[in-house]
Structure formats: C-alpha cells, structure tokens
DNA sequence: GAGTTGACATCTC
DNA sequence: AGAGATGCCAACT
C-alpha cells in the first residue's frame, strides 16, 4: 500500500463514532479531518467501506440530508431503511430535520 | 503514465 | 435567490 490511506481509517473512525438516531455530512467529517475541500474524499471511503469494518454510511449523507449514496447500497432503499430503523424519518431520499439529527464531530465529539 | 470519474462543497454569475 | 461552473484529492480505466 504505497498509498497510506490514513485520511480513509479517519473517516471510517469518526463514521463509527456517529452516535444512534444521527447523522452527519461528508463536508463535516472532511472538515474535522482539517479537509475541507476533501469532501468528496469522505465519498470515496464510504465507496470502499462496502468491503470494510461496519460502518454505518447510511447515517453519512450530503449538506443537504440527502440519501445521495443509496443507489450504492445493496438493495434500492436499503439505507432509508436503516435510518428509519434508527428513528430518523426520511423523507423523498432526504432526511427529515437534517438540522435536529445533525451530529457534527468537530463540535460535538471535540 | 495520463485522463476520467466520483456517496460533495463552495464560489460565481 | 436559483442555476451553473470550478475545486479537491484519490482511485479507477
């Protein structure tokens, strides 16, 4: 591995770290790893978690609370699923009270 | 080795 | 304020 993916363990880390019932974004995470612009990184980590540790990328969504990465799970609503199942009500691919479930680790793991 | 893609975000018009 | 274009960095082809 020539390339130390270091920046993906973190992501992987802190999408672990996300407590039940909340959500994040990938800018969020991204920023907390000091990559701000690094966001669609977070994306691409979350593509190979596929094959990874348990990471909960369902509670991992875009700015704007939506399911972006559903069509990357196994089945077609696989992920609202496990939102729903987790409390979190989902609405059109996007998470109702994005804001209210929202769970930034630059401010609330700190 | 070079070009394109990608689970996003931010700036600009 | 809404829509379009650009930037990021790593992986994939």
Request: aromatic content about 10%; charged content about 20%; hydrophobic content about 40%.
């Amino acid at each position: 591995m020539s390339t130390a993916p270091n920046f993906f363990e973190s992501v992987y880390e802190v999408a672990a770290l996300i407590p039940y019932g909340r959500v994040t974004s990938y800018g969020a995470i991204a920023r907390y790893l000091s990559a701000p612009r690094s966001a669609r990184m977070v994306g691409w980590a979350m593509n190979n978690c596929n094959g990874r540790e348990d990471i909960p990328a369902h509670r991992v969504v875009n700015r704007k609370g939506m399911l972006t990465g559903k069509f990357h799970f196994e089945g077609t609503n696989l992920m609202q699923q496990l939102l729903e199942a987790e409390g979190i009500k989902v609405k059109d691919n996007q998470i109702v009270d994005f804001e209210t479930l929202f769970w930034d680790p630059s401010k609330e793991l700190l």
